[in-house]
């Protein structure tokens, strides 16, 4: 029998402590975010912060778990988590509990349960299933179609229930797939098509098609003008034009009132600082006036006195902006940054295509809700309401970040042995 004491001496320590060094620091952020006098004990279960403490505990028991769990069991299981997961995705729909306008809850007693945020690591564990299956080919047009199906599957549904921010989460996954072979020029429309949206809500489509009109115009002079270059710029251009209808219809008729008046807040279109715009103005404040140290531990008044809506969750950032400051913040950015750049190394030394694979797409996810939570507290991007990893406020969340972190630490560990 294999020695259970080589998998703890095995595992990276280093992403082990980044890991539990997050987790405090959103514990102690909770406790400043709703900080009560009367229960001034961070022990307080009758409190967010305690509460917290709890998820805390059981998701250090769930990692010990995992690292306990032979690693033939994850890419054995994988396609099995995943369809648990899909019909828990699809049960929620008709029996789950709406929060924050979200139908996405499932709710027994006090305790709530959220599987979309199980429903990235269960992705996770199927897409690095696919892709290292021996007698998968991702460069073939099936190929492509069954790894974009099991990305979109969860995401469509998820977006069914009213919550487009974990919905599009799932879109991160593309960096796993070009990892895997994915061509370069798809990340490259996708960022002309997402410069094309953004240019069409400031401007309205009309000219927005004037412009990309003129530019293929110009083109048609730059390029040699063979009768194939030409009807490729000329589907080019009419792609882009159905693209820029398509943009204007799904915000006008796609989008809940709430989510276009925070884009028009984002763009600058509008300046409502008692309605949409209430949130992202004293978010900023509050990370603002922390200035280059803070304010100190419990004595943010923008959190302290609730100017911050979800100040222990989506806008956790803004504690650590304003009682730690630029240096605090930069502490937490920097975990994060070295939590990546750490992963990524992991990733690239696994000598099983699904551990990489399964590698990276934890990179992903957990980069995309670091970046977009950050950047949302500050206005960089729109207010789509999802967790900041490992330090808001919630269950759900600190047990999924959890298990994919510790089954890629445990993949990592058992790397030598052959899958």
């Known amino acids: 029998m294999r020695d259970r004491t080589s998998v703890y001496a095995n595992i990276d320590w280093l992403t082990t402590m980044i890991y539990l060094a997050l987790v405090l620091i959103g514990w102690v952020s909770i406790y400043a975010a709703v900080y009560q006098e ?60 709406i929060v924050a306008g979200s139908k996405s809850w499932f709710q027994i007693g006090s305790f709530r349960l959220q599987p979309a945020e199980f429903a990235k690591y269960a992705t996770c564990l199927a897409l690095a299933r696919l892709l290292s299956s021996s007698s998968y080919n991702f460069q073939s047009f099936k190929g492509k179609v069954f790894a974009f199906g099991i990305i979109g599957i969860p995401a469509f549904m998820i977006l069914l229930q009213n919550d487009t921010g974990s919905a599009l989460v799932f879109f991160a996954l593309l960096v796993a797939l070009y990892r895997e072979g994915l061509s370069g020029v798809v990340f490259f429309v996708g960022i002309l098509l997402v410069l094309v949206t953004v240019l069409t809500l400031l401007f309205g489509e009309f000219y927005v098609i004037i412009a990309c009109s003129v530019l293929a115009i110009i083109a048609v002079f730059l390029i040699k003008r063979t009768a194939g270059n030409v009807a490729k710029l000329l589907a080019a251009l009419f792609l882009t034009i159905a693209f820029i209808h398509t943009v204007d219809y799904s915000f006008e008729n796609l989008l809940q009132p709430h989510q276009k ?36 531990f419990l004595q943010g008044t923008q959190t302290k006195f609730s100017f911050v809506p979800e100040q222990s969750t989506d806008f956790i950032f803004c504690t650590v902006g304003e009682e730690w400051g630029f240096v605090g913040s930069l502490v937490v950015i920097g975990l ?44 960089l991007v729109p207010v789509i309401g999802i967790p900041l990893p490992f330090i808001s406020y919630g269950g759900s969340s600190m047990w999924a970040f959890t298990l994919m972190l510790f089954t890629f630490i445990k993949q990592d560990a058992g790397r030598k042995e052959l899958l």
């Open 38 to 97: 009367d229960h001034s004990s961070i022990f307080d279960i009758s409190q967010n912060y305690g509460k917290q403490m709890l998820w805390i505990v059981s998701a250090l028991l769930l990692a010990g778990m995992v690292l306990l769990i032979d690693i033939k069991f994850f890419p054995a299981f994988s396609y099995i988590i995943y369809i648990l997961v899909i019909a828990l995705l699809v049960f929620v729909l008709f029996k789950g509990t």
């Open 336 to 379: 994060y940054i070295t939590l990546l750049i750490r992963l990524i190394l992991l990733a690239e030394r696994q000598r099983s295509d699904f551990s990489r694979i399964f590698g990276y797409g934890v990179v992903s996810v957990l980069f995309f809700h670091f970046a977009v939570n950050i950047g949302m507290t500050i206005g």
């Open 261 to 296: 008046a925070r884009i028009n807040v984002l763009l600058g279109k509008e300046m409502d600082l008692r309605g949409a715009g209430y949130n992202l103005h004293q978010s900023k404040i509050a990370i603002g006036s922390g200035g280059l140290t803070g304010k100190g």
